[in-house]
Protein backbone atom coordinates (compact mmCIF):
# COMPACT_ATOMS: atom_id res chain seq x y z
CA UNK A 1 0.00 0.00 0.00
CA UNK A 2 1.23 3.22 -1.00
CA UNK A 3 1.35 5.78 1.62
CA UNK A 4 -0.47 8.73 -0.10
CA UNK A 5 -0.82 11.77 1.49
CA UNK A 6 -4.22 13.00 2.73
CA UNK A 7 -4.31 17.06 2.29
CA UNK A 8 -6.46 19.02 4.27
CA UNK A 9 -8.74 19.97 1.41
CA UNK A 10 -9.73 16.23 0.41
CA UNK A 11 -10.56 14.83 4.23
CA UNK A 12 -12.54 17.87 4.65
CA UNK A 13 -14.89 16.87 1.22
CA UNK A 14 -14.71 13.70 1.88
CA UNK A 15 -16.20 14.54 5.65
CA UNK A 16 -18.82 16.66 3.99
CA UNK A 17 -19.77 14.15 1.57
CA UNK A 18 -20.28 11.37 4.19
CA UNK A 19 -22.63 13.85 6.55
CA UNK A 20 -24.68 14.94 3.30
CA UNK A 21 -25.53 11.35 2.93
CA UNK A 22 -25.89 10.61 6.24
CA UNK A 23 -28.18 13.43 6.79
CA UNK A 24 -30.12 12.77 3.70
CA UNK A 25 -30.42 9.06 4.50
CA UNK A 26 -31.81 10.46 7.93
CA UNK A 27 -34.16 12.98 6.52
CA UNK A 28 -35.31 10.42 3.78
CA UNK A 29 -36.42 7.97 6.97
CA UNK A 30 -38.19 10.30 8.50
CA UNK A 31 -39.90 11.60 5.90
CA UNK A 32 -41.04 7.99 5.51
CA UNK A 33 -42.02 7.21 9.16
CA UNK A 34 -43.93 10.85 8.82
CA UNK A 35 -45.43 9.26 6.00
CA UNK A 36 -46.19 6.12 7.63
CA UNK A 37 -48.89 8.15 10.36
CA UNK A 38 -51.25 9.37 7.06
CA UNK A 39 -52.41 6.45 5.75
CA UNK A 40 -54.07 6.48 2.28
CA UNK A 41 -56.78 4.71 3.17
CA UNK A 42 -58.41 5.07 6.45
CA UNK A 43 -60.68 1.55 7.53
CA UNK A 44 -62.47 3.44 9.93
CA UNK A 45 -66.17 5.01 9.54
CA UNK A 46 -66.62 8.70 9.64
CA UNK A 47 -67.24 10.51 12.53
CA UNK A 48 -70.80 11.56 10.88
CA UNK A 49 -73.09 9.25 9.21
CA UNK A 50 -76.31 8.95 7.17
CA UNK A 51 -78.34 6.85 9.12
CA UNK A 52 -81.83 6.44 6.63
CA UNK A 53 -84.98 7.96 6.74
CA UNK A 54 -87.33 8.46 9.54
CA UNK A 55 -89.88 6.46 8.54
CA UNK A 56 -87.92 3.56 8.95
CA UNK A 57 -87.68 3.10 12.62
CA UNK A 58 -90.64 2.42 14.26
CA UNK A 59 -92.06 3.77 17.31
CA UNK A 60 -91.09 2.18 20.71
CA UNK A 61 -87.69 0.23 19.48
CA UNK A 62 -83.77 1.03 19.86
CA UNK A 63 -82.25 0.09 16.29
CA UNK A 64 -78.93 -1.86 16.27
CA UNK A 65 -78.58 -0.94 12.62
CA UNK A 66 -75.43 1.57 13.70
CA UNK A 67 -73.66 -0.34 16.61
CA UNK A 68 -71.34 -2.54 15.18
CA UNK A 69 -70.13 -0.09 13.05
CA UNK A 70 -70.89 3.58 14.79
CA UNK A 71 -71.64 2.87 17.95
CA UNK A 72 -74.43 4.54 18.31
CA UNK A 73 -77.99 3.61 18.84
CA UNK A 74 -81.03 5.32 17.07
CA UNK A 75 -83.81 5.57 19.41
CA UNK A 76 -87.45 5.98 17.97
CA UNK A 77 -89.88 7.35 20.47
CA UNK A 78 -93.69 9.13 19.66
CA UNK A 79 -92.22 12.06 19.72
CA UNK A 80 -88.91 11.94 17.31
CA UNK A 81 -85.58 10.36 17.36
CA UNK A 82 -82.35 10.46 19.57
CA UNK A 83 -78.98 9.12 18.76
CA UNK A 84 -77.30 7.19 21.89
CA UNK A 85 -73.62 6.36 22.31
CA UNK A 86 -73.04 2.86 22.91
CA UNK A 87 -70.90 3.38 25.72
CA UNK A 88 -70.95 2.89 28.92
CA UNK A 89 -70.30 6.29 31.29
CA UNK A 90 -68.70 3.66 34.28
CA UNK A 91 -65.42 2.21 32.73
CA UNK A 92 -66.02 2.39 28.47
CA UNK A 93 -67.44 -1.18 27.82
CA UNK A 94 -70.59 -1.73 24.99
CA UNK A 95 -73.75 -2.64 26.80
CA UNK A 96 -76.12 -5.22 25.09
CA UNK A 97 -79.96 -3.54 24.55
CA UNK A 98 -82.56 -6.13 26.27
CA UNK A 99 -85.77 -5.85 24.53
CA UNK A 100 -87.38 -7.69 26.93
CA UNK A 101 -86.51 -5.89 29.60
CA UNK A 102 -86.91 -2.61 28.02
CA UNK A 103 -82.82 -1.53 29.07
CA UNK A 104 -79.40 -1.32 28.06
CA UNK A 105 -77.37 -3.84 30.39
CA UNK A 106 -73.52 -3.67 30.61
CA UNK A 107 -71.92 -6.73 30.52
CA UNK A 108 -68.95 -5.29 32.52
CA UNK A 109 -70.15 -4.21 35.83
CA UNK A 110 -73.90 -4.61 35.36
CA UNK A 111 -74.74 -1.12 34.57
CA UNK A 112 -78.66 -0.66 33.39
CA UNK A 113 -79.49 2.21 31.36
CA UNK A 114 -83.40 3.10 30.39
CA UNK A 115 -84.79 3.54 27.07
CA UNK A 116 -83.98 7.44 27.65
CA UNK A 117 -80.48 6.19 28.16
CA UNK A 118 -80.58 7.16 31.81
CA UNK A 119 -78.75 5.19 34.22
CA UNK A 120 -80.56 3.41 36.82
CA UNK A 121 -78.50 0.58 38.03
CA UNK A 122 -75.09 -0.97 38.54
CA UNK A 123 -72.21 1.73 39.02
CA UNK A 124 -72.83 3.71 36.10
CA UNK A 125 -72.65 7.46 37.38
CA UNK A 126 -74.01 9.19 34.76
CA UNK A 127 -76.54 8.62 31.59
CA UNK A 128 -75.20 7.21 28.37
CA UNK A 129 -74.21 10.01 25.80
CA UNK A 130 -76.39 11.67 23.26
CA UNK A 131 -74.98 12.46 19.64
CA UNK A 132 -76.46 15.31 17.24
CA UNK A 133 -78.92 14.32 15.30
CA UNK A 134 -80.43 16.43 12.25
CA UNK A 135 -82.33 15.77 8.81
CA UNK A 136 -80.25 16.19 5.72
CA UNK A 137 -81.25 18.28 2.95
CA UNK A 138 -82.02 14.59 1.40
CA UNK A 139 -84.56 13.54 4.14
CA UNK A 140 -81.88 11.46 5.74
CA UNK A 141 -81.06 11.46 9.13
CA UNK A 142 -77.50 12.94 9.92
CA UNK A 143 -75.55 12.14 12.32
CA UNK A 144 -72.74 13.77 13.96
CA UNK A 145 -70.36 11.99 16.84
CA UNK A 146 -67.96 14.95 17.02
CA UNK A 147 -70.75 16.87 19.20
CA UNK A 148 -72.14 15.08 22.32
CA UNK A 149 -74.81 16.03 24.87
CA UNK A 150 -74.52 14.91 28.10
CA UNK A 151 -77.97 15.06 30.01
CA UNK A 152 -75.95 15.52 33.81
CA UNK A 153 -74.99 18.90 32.15
CA UNK A 154 -78.56 19.77 30.59
CA UNK A 155 -77.50 19.58 27.31
CA UNK A 156 -80.45 16.97 26.65
CA UNK A 157 -82.48 20.11 26.41
CA UNK A 158 -80.45 21.32 23.20
CA UNK A 159 -82.75 21.27 19.95
CA UNK A 160 -79.75 19.15 17.90
CA UNK A 161 -79.25 16.90 20.34
CA UNK A 162 -83.42 15.15 19.71
CA UNK A 163 -85.01 14.68 16.41
CA UNK A 164 -88.72 16.00 16.61
CA UNK A 165 -90.91 14.62 14.15
CA UNK B 1 -80.92 -33.27 45.40
CA UNK B 2 -82.61 -30.13 43.74
CA UNK B 3 -83.86 -29.32 46.70
CA UNK B 4 -80.12 -29.06 48.56
CA UNK B 5 -79.28 -27.56 45.19
CA UNK B 6 -81.66 -24.74 45.61
CA UNK B 7 -81.30 -24.40 49.39
CA UNK B 8 -77.39 -23.50 48.43
CA UNK B 9 -78.08 -21.20 45.15
CA UNK B 10 -80.60 -19.12 47.94
CA UNK B 11 -77.78 -19.08 50.31
CA UNK B 12 -75.27 -18.15 47.87
CA UNK B 13 -77.18 -14.71 47.23
CA UNK B 14 -74.65 -12.27 48.23
CA UNK B 15 -76.78 -10.56 51.01
CA UNK B 16 -77.36 -13.43 53.29
CA UNK B 17 -73.89 -15.80 52.48
CA UNK B 18 -71.57 -12.40 52.83
CA UNK B 19 -72.43 -11.50 56.56
CA UNK B 20 -72.10 -15.55 57.66
CA UNK B 21 -69.12 -15.22 56.23
CA UNK B 22 -67.95 -12.45 57.78
CA UNK B 23 -69.15 -14.08 61.57
CA UNK B 24 -67.35 -17.27 60.44
CA UNK B 25 -64.59 -15.55 60.68
CA UNK B 26 -64.22 -14.05 63.25
CA UNK B 27 -65.40 -17.15 65.30
CA UNK B 28 -62.61 -19.05 63.35
CA UNK B 29 -59.87 -16.22 64.19
CA UNK B 30 -60.58 -15.11 67.34
CA UNK B 31 -59.37 -11.69 68.02
CA UNK B 32 -60.88 -11.71 71.89
CA UNK B 33 -61.90 -13.67 74.73
CA UNK B 34 -65.77 -13.49 73.94
CA UNK B 35 -65.32 -15.28 70.25
CA UNK B 36 -62.19 -17.35 71.66
CA UNK B 37 -64.89 -19.01 74.11
CA UNK B 38 -66.90 -19.72 71.04
CA UNK B 39 -64.02 -20.81 69.08
CA UNK B 40 -63.09 -23.68 71.39
CA UNK B 41 -66.51 -24.53 72.17
CA UNK B 42 -67.44 -25.33 68.58
CA UNK B 43 -63.64 -26.92 68.19
CA UNK B 44 -62.89 -24.51 65.53
CA UNK B 45 -59.49 -24.41 66.62
CA UNK B 46 -59.27 -28.28 65.96
CA UNK B 47 -59.20 -26.92 62.47
CA UNK B 48 -55.55 -26.65 62.25
CA UNK B 49 -54.99 -30.07 63.52
CA UNK B 50 -53.84 -33.11 61.31
CA UNK B 51 -57.40 -34.36 61.55
CA UNK B 52 -59.23 -30.85 60.71
CA UNK B 53 -56.74 -29.94 58.02
CA UNK B 54 -58.42 -33.64 56.30
CA UNK B 55 -62.03 -32.58 57.49
CA UNK B 56 -61.52 -29.02 55.61
CA UNK B 57 -59.38 -30.93 52.27
CA UNK B 58 -62.26 -33.23 52.01
CA UNK B 59 -65.29 -31.31 52.93
CA UNK B 60 -64.09 -29.19 49.75
CA UNK B 61 -62.79 -32.20 47.67
CA UNK B 62 -66.51 -33.47 48.57
CA UNK B 63 -68.91 -30.27 47.62
CA UNK B 64 -66.94 -29.69 44.16
CA UNK B 65 -66.99 -33.58 43.22
CA UNK B 66 -70.61 -33.84 43.77
CA UNK B 67 -71.21 -30.05 42.41
CA UNK B 68 -69.48 -31.42 39.49
CA UNK B 69 -72.49 -33.73 38.74
CA UNK B 70 -74.45 -30.61 38.03
CA UNK B 71 -74.21 -29.33 34.64
CA UNK B 72 -74.26 -25.74 35.55
CA UNK B 73 -71.37 -26.00 37.78
CA UNK B 74 -69.71 -28.14 36.07
CA UNK B 75 -69.33 -25.25 33.49
CA UNK B 76 -68.08 -22.50 35.28
CA UNK B 77 -66.08 -24.70 37.11
CA UNK B 78 -63.97 -26.25 34.31
CA UNK B 79 -63.46 -23.19 32.11
CA UNK B 80 -60.58 -22.76 31.09
CA UNK B 81 -60.33 -19.56 32.72
CA UNK B 82 -61.56 -20.71 36.02
CA UNK B 83 -59.27 -23.75 36.61
CA UNK B 84 -56.55 -21.47 38.40
CA UNK B 85 -59.77 -20.33 40.83
CA UNK B 86 -60.03 -24.00 41.84
CA UNK B 87 -56.50 -24.39 42.47
CA UNK B 88 -56.00 -20.89 44.50
CA UNK B 89 -58.66 -22.03 46.51
CA UNK B 90 -57.11 -25.86 47.58
CA UNK B 91 -53.01 -23.99 47.32
CA UNK B 92 -54.58 -21.01 49.78
CA UNK B 93 -56.49 -23.40 52.07
CA UNK B 94 -52.99 -25.37 52.57
CA UNK B 95 -50.81 -23.24 52.95
CA UNK B 96 -53.29 -21.30 55.57
CA UNK B 97 -53.63 -24.64 57.28
CA UNK B 98 -49.92 -25.27 57.29
CA UNK B 99 -49.42 -21.67 58.79
CA UNK B 100 -52.14 -22.01 61.79
CA UNK B 101 -51.44 -25.49 62.51
CA UNK B 102 -47.84 -24.25 63.24
CA UNK B 103 -49.08 -21.58 64.93
CA UNK B 104 -51.72 -23.64 67.10
CA UNK B 105 -48.76 -25.89 67.97
CA UNK B 106 -46.23 -22.56 69.15
CA UNK B 107 -49.00 -21.55 71.24
CA UNK B 108 -49.58 -24.41 72.99
CA UNK B 109 -45.63 -24.98 73.55
CA UNK B 110 -45.96 -21.23 74.80
CA UNK B 111 -48.61 -21.85 77.02
CA UNK B 112 -46.01 -24.07 78.67
CA UNK B 113 -43.02 -21.56 78.98
CA UNK B 114 -41.39 -23.39 76.23
CA UNK B 115 -39.94 -22.33 73.62
CA UNK B 116 -41.74 -22.30 70.11
CA UNK B 117 -40.59 -25.66 67.37
CA UNK B 118 -38.45 -23.08 65.10
CA UNK B 119 -36.14 -22.01 67.90
CA UNK B 120 -34.88 -25.92 68.06
CA UNK B 121 -34.75 -25.62 63.98
CA UNK B 122 -32.51 -23.04 64.56
CA UNK B 123 -29.93 -25.03 66.61
CA UNK B 124 -29.38 -26.89 63.72
CA UNK B 125 -27.07 -26.27 60.14
CA UNK B 126 -27.75 -27.49 57.40
CA UNK B 127 -25.66 -26.21 53.99
CA UNK B 128 -27.05 -24.64 51.23
CA UNK B 129 -24.71 -26.33 48.66
CA UNK B 130 -26.42 -29.55 48.30
CA UNK B 131 -28.93 -29.71 50.73
CA UNK B 132 -30.74 -26.81 49.89
CA UNK B 133 -30.18 -26.49 45.95
CA UNK B 134 -31.29 -30.03 45.33
CA UNK B 135 -34.37 -29.85 46.64
CA UNK B 136 -35.10 -26.27 44.93
CA UNK B 137 -34.16 -28.17 41.74
CA UNK B 138 -36.76 -31.40 42.28
CA UNK B 139 -38.81 -28.64 43.31
CA UNK B 140 -38.36 -26.41 39.47
CA UNK B 141 -38.58 -29.76 37.86
CA UNK B 142 -42.08 -30.40 39.36
CA UNK B 143 -43.71 -27.18 38.67
CA UNK B 144 -42.58 -27.44 34.90
CA UNK B 145 -43.69 -30.77 34.74
CA UNK B 146 -46.94 -29.30 35.82
CA UNK B 147 -46.93 -26.35 33.90
CA UNK B 148 -46.03 -28.42 30.90
CA UNK B 149 -49.07 -30.99 31.41
CA UNK B 150 -51.71 -28.31 32.23
CA UNK B 151 -50.51 -26.45 28.46
CA UNK B 152 -51.07 -29.69 26.71
CA UNK B 153 -54.06 -31.01 28.71
CA UNK B 154 -56.11 -27.64 28.78
CA UNK B 155 -56.25 -25.33 25.63
CA UNK B 156 -56.00 -21.69 25.99
CA UNK B 157 -59.37 -19.90 25.87
CA UNK B 158 -58.98 -18.04 22.69
CA UNK B 159 -61.40 -15.94 21.04
CA UNK B 160 -62.73 -14.40 18.19
CA UNK B 161 -60.83 -11.00 17.41
CA UNK B 162 -61.72 -7.80 19.70
CA UNK B 163 -64.57 -5.87 18.33
CA UNK B 164 -65.06 -2.44 19.94
CA UNK B 165 -68.78 -3.12 19.47
CA UNK B 166 -69.28 -6.38 21.19
CA UNK B 167 -68.43 -6.47 24.59
CA UNK B 168 -68.33 -10.38 25.68
CA UNK B 169 -71.34 -11.60 27.93
CA UNK B 170 -70.48 -11.53 31.10
CA UNK B 171 -67.00 -9.77 30.21
CA UNK B 172 -64.86 -10.82 33.01
CA UNK B 173 -61.16 -9.56 34.03
CA UNK B 174 -58.38 -11.74 34.15
CA UNK B 175 -58.76 -14.31 37.00
CA UNK B 176 -56.40 -12.25 39.71
CA UNK B 177 -58.07 -8.87 38.83
CA UNK B 178 -61.88 -10.08 39.32
CA UNK B 179 -61.56 -8.89 42.78
CA UNK B 180 -60.95 -5.55 41.69
CA UNK B 181 -64.02 -5.86 39.11
CA UNK B 182 -66.03 -6.64 42.09
CA UNK B 183 -65.24 -3.68 43.87
CA UNK B 184 -65.91 -1.70 40.75
CA UNK B 185 -69.44 -2.64 40.90
CA UNK B 186 -69.76 -0.65 43.98
CA UNK B 187 -68.07 2.35 43.42
CA UNK B 188 -67.10 5.17 41.34
CA UNK B 189 -64.23 3.64 38.59
CA UNK B 190 -61.79 6.70 39.88
CA UNK B 191 -62.16 5.15 43.48
CA UNK B 192 -62.10 1.67 42.76
CA UNK B 193 -59.99 1.50 39.61
CA UNK B 194 -57.30 4.23 41.06
CA UNK B 195 -57.54 5.46 44.39
CA UNK B 196 -58.11 1.89 46.11
CA UNK B 197 -56.16 0.02 44.40
CA UNK B 198 -53.20 2.48 45.09
CA UNK B 199 -54.42 2.39 49.00
CA UNK B 200 -54.01 -1.47 48.67
CA UNK B 201 -50.06 -1.22 47.31
CA UNK B 202 -49.55 1.57 50.03
CA UNK B 203 -51.27 -0.12 52.52
CA UNK B 204 -49.31 -2.93 52.31
CA UNK B 205 -45.79 -1.41 52.21
CA UNK B 206 -46.96 0.26 55.38
CA UNK B 207 -47.40 -2.30 57.22
CA UNK B 208 -43.64 -3.13 58.56
CA UNK B 209 -43.52 0.37 59.53
CA UNK B 210 -46.85 0.41 61.08
CA UNK B 211 -46.69 -2.61 62.96
CA UNK B 212 -44.04 -2.23 66.16
CA UNK B 213 -44.89 -5.65 67.83
CA UNK B 214 -41.66 -7.26 67.69
CA UNK B 215 -43.19 -10.69 69.47
CA UNK B 216 -42.91 -13.75 67.15
CA UNK B 217 -40.31 -12.98 64.90
CA UNK B 218 -39.36 -16.22 63.61
CA UNK B 219 -41.35 -17.78 64.50
CA UNK B 220 -45.65 -19.24 63.39
CA UNK B 221 -47.90 -18.01 66.69
CA UNK B 222 -51.75 -16.64 66.58
CA UNK B 223 -52.03 -15.48 70.00
CA UNK B 224 -49.21 -13.10 70.31
CA UNK B 225 -50.51 -11.44 66.99
CA UNK B 226 -54.35 -11.61 67.42
CA UNK B 227 -54.83 -8.22 65.77
CA UNK B 228 -52.33 -8.28 62.91
CA UNK B 229 -53.05 -11.77 61.54
CA UNK B 230 -56.88 -11.03 61.72
CA UNK B 231 -56.82 -7.72 59.92
CA UNK B 232 -54.31 -9.28 56.99
CA UNK B 233 -56.35 -12.46 56.71
CA UNK B 234 -59.82 -10.38 56.44
CA UNK B 235 -58.17 -8.52 53.29
CA UNK B 236 -56.53 -11.43 52.49
CA UNK B 237 -59.28 -14.04 52.50
CA UNK B 238 -62.54 -11.84 52.40
CA UNK B 239 -61.99 -8.67 50.53
CA UNK B 240 -59.79 -10.45 47.78
CA UNK B 241 -60.49 -14.60 47.65
CA UNK B 242 -64.05 -14.31 48.51
CA UNK B 243 -64.71 -11.51 46.01
CA UNK B 244 -62.69 -13.88 43.23
CA UNK B 245 -64.15 -16.61 44.22
CA UNK B 246 -67.67 -14.54 43.49
CA UNK B 247 -66.22 -13.12 40.58
CA UNK B 248 -65.74 -16.16 39.19
CA UNK B 249 -68.85 -18.37 39.89
CA UNK B 250 -71.50 -16.08 40.73
CA UNK B 251 -71.25 -13.25 38.17
CA UNK B 252 -73.00 -14.35 34.97
CA UNK B 253 -74.48 -12.48 32.34
CA UNK B 254 -75.14 -9.06 32.30
CA UNK B 255 -72.94 -9.13 35.35
CA UNK B 256 -75.73 -10.53 37.37
CA UNK B 257 -75.80 -12.76 40.32
CA UNK B 258 -76.31 -16.63 39.80
CA UNK B 259 -75.85 -19.29 42.47
CA UNK B 260 -73.46 -21.88 41.63
CA UNK B 261 -75.99 -24.23 40.14
CA UNK B 262 -78.00 -21.91 38.83
CA UNK B 263 -78.40 -21.67 34.55
CA UNK B 264 -76.82 -18.70 33.53
CA UNK B 265 -79.73 -17.10 31.28
CA UNK B 266 -78.96 -13.89 30.08
CA UNK B 267 -82.76 -12.87 29.91
CA UNK B 268 -82.67 -13.24 33.91
CA UNK B 269 -84.60 -10.65 35.67
CA UNK B 270 -83.45 -8.83 38.16
CA UNK B 271 -84.73 -5.59 39.77
CA UNK B 272 -81.74 -3.28 40.62
CA UNK B 273 -83.09 0.02 40.81
CA UNK B 274 -80.40 1.70 42.48
CA UNK B 275 -81.00 4.81 44.51
CA UNK B 276 -78.47 7.55 45.73
CA UNK B 277 -78.19 8.83 49.41
CA UNK B 278 -79.71 12.46 48.62
CA UNK B 279 -82.55 10.57 46.43
CA UNK B 280 -83.37 8.19 49.16
CA UNK B 281 -83.93 11.47 51.80
CA UNK B 282 -85.28 14.37 49.77
CA UNK B 283 -87.16 12.72 47.37
CA UNK B 284 -88.55 9.52 49.59
CA UNK B 285 -88.17 10.77 53.21
CA UNK B 286 -88.60 14.30 52.73
CA UNK B 287 -91.51 13.67 49.55
CA UNK B 288 -90.09 17.18 47.63
CA UNK B 289 -87.42 17.42 44.59
CA UNK B 290 -83.77 17.37 44.91
CA UNK B 291 -82.40 20.98 46.05
CA UNK B 292 -81.16 22.71 42.90
CA UNK B 293 -77.50 23.57 45.10
CA UNK B 294 -75.02 20.76 44.98
CA UNK B 295 -73.90 21.04 48.40
CA UNK B 296 -77.29 21.13 49.62
CA UNK B 297 -77.72 18.39 47.77
CA UNK B 298 -75.10 16.66 48.70
CA UNK B 299 -74.66 17.54 52.66
CA UNK B 300 -76.24 14.73 53.92
CA UNK B 301 -74.00 12.51 52.07
CA UNK B 302 -70.49 14.59 52.93
CA UNK B 303 -71.99 14.35 57.04
CA UNK B 304 -72.41 10.80 56.69
CA UNK B 305 -68.40 10.17 55.53
CA UNK B 306 -67.29 12.53 57.53
CA UNK B 307 -69.05 10.94 60.45
CA UNK B 308 -67.07 7.48 59.38
CA UNK B 309 -63.96 8.84 59.33
CA UNK B 310 -63.80 11.40 62.13
CA UNK B 311 -66.45 9.64 64.75
CA UNK B 312 -65.86 6.16 63.75
CA UNK B 313 -61.89 6.77 64.23
CA UNK B 314 -62.83 8.51 67.76
CA UNK B 315 -64.64 5.61 68.34
CA UNK B 316 -62.59 3.11 68.00
CA UNK B 317 -59.81 4.92 69.51
CA UNK B 318 -61.67 5.38 72.93
CA UNK B 319 -62.88 1.63 72.64
CA UNK B 320 -61.53 -1.15 71.07
CA UNK B 321 -57.91 0.24 70.39
CA UNK B 322 -57.42 2.24 73.63
CA UNK B 323 -54.35 -0.15 74.11
CA UNK B 324 -53.15 -0.27 70.49
CA UNK B 325 -53.32 3.74 70.47
CA UNK B 326 -50.86 3.58 73.22
CA UNK B 327 -48.24 1.00 71.84
CA UNK B 328 -48.28 2.40 68.57
CA UNK B 329 -48.03 6.23 69.15
CA UNK B 330 -50.14 8.89 67.31
CA UNK B 331 -48.51 9.01 63.88
CA UNK B 332 -48.30 5.40 63.39
CA UNK B 333 -51.79 4.98 64.51
CA UNK B 334 -53.52 7.75 62.60
CA UNK B 335 -52.11 5.66 59.05
CA UNK B 336 -53.38 2.22 60.54
CA UNK B 337 -56.60 3.92 61.45
CA UNK B 338 -57.07 5.62 58.36
CA UNK B 339 -56.04 2.78 56.18
CA UNK B 340 -58.26 0.37 58.36
CA UNK B 341 -61.58 2.48 57.87
CA UNK B 342 -60.67 2.67 53.87
CA UNK B 343 -60.76 -1.27 54.20
CA UNK B 344 -64.13 -1.64 56.32
CA UNK B 345 -65.84 1.17 53.92
CA UNK B 346 -65.48 -1.30 51.16
CA UNK B 347 -67.67 -4.09 52.98
CA UNK B 348 -69.95 -1.74 54.37
CA UNK B 349 -70.54 0.10 51.22
CA UNK B 350 -71.18 -3.66 49.25
CA UNK B 351 -73.44 -4.47 51.84
CA UNK B 352 -75.49 -1.60 51.80
CA UNK B 353 -76.10 -2.03 48.33
CA UNK B 354 -77.07 -5.34 48.65
CA UNK B 355 -79.59 -4.33 51.27
CA UNK B 356 -80.68 -1.02 50.10
CA UNK B 357 -79.64 -0.97 46.76
CA UNK B 358 -78.05 2.27 47.72
CA UNK B 359 -76.13 3.50 44.73
CA UNK B 360 -73.70 6.37 45.67
CA UNK B 361 -73.55 8.01 49.20
CA UNK B 362 -72.09 11.97 47.77
CA UNK B 363 -72.64 11.64 44.41
CA UNK B 364 -72.05 14.43 42.05
CA UNK B 365 -72.01 13.64 38.46
CA UNK B 366 -71.38 17.34 37.69
CA UNK B 367 -67.62 17.09 38.63
CA UNK B 368 -66.93 12.72 38.39
CA UNK B 369 -67.15 12.61 41.87
CA UNK B 370 -69.05 10.26 43.65
CA UNK B 371 -68.12 8.26 46.63
Given at each position: MSKEKVTRRVFVSWIFLGWTLFLACLGGLGTMLLRYLFPNVLFEPSQSFKAGYPENYAVGEVSLLWKSKHGVWIVRTAEGLYALSAVCTHLGCTPNWLSGEKKFKCPCHGSGFRFSGINFEGPAPRPLERFKILLGDDGQILVDKTKKFQQEKGEWNDPASFLAI | MEAIKNFINACAVPSRMFPVIVLLFFFVFPVNSFFEKYNKLFFLDRLWTKKGGIFLFSTLTMFLSIG?????????????????????????????????????????????????????????????????????????????????????????????????????????????????????????????????????????MAIPYIDNNHKATGYYTFKERKLAI????????????????????????????????????????????????????????????????????????????????????????????????????????????????FATSLPIKMTLRWLFNLKYIVSIPEFFFNI
Open positions: - | MLDENFRHTVSKPDNLPIVGLIYASLFFLWVALSQARENDLRLEKNEKPKEWHDSQEKILVWPDLVSIELIAMLFALGFLFTWGILVDAPLEEPANLATSPNPAKAPWYFLALQEMLVYFDPALAGVIFPTLIVVGLTIFLFGWIILWLFMMVIGTILRGPNWNFYGPFEYWDPHKVEALTNINLSEYLYVIGLNMGLPGNIFIREAPGIFLISLYFIGGGFLLTKTVFKNLFKSLGPLRYSFFLVLLL
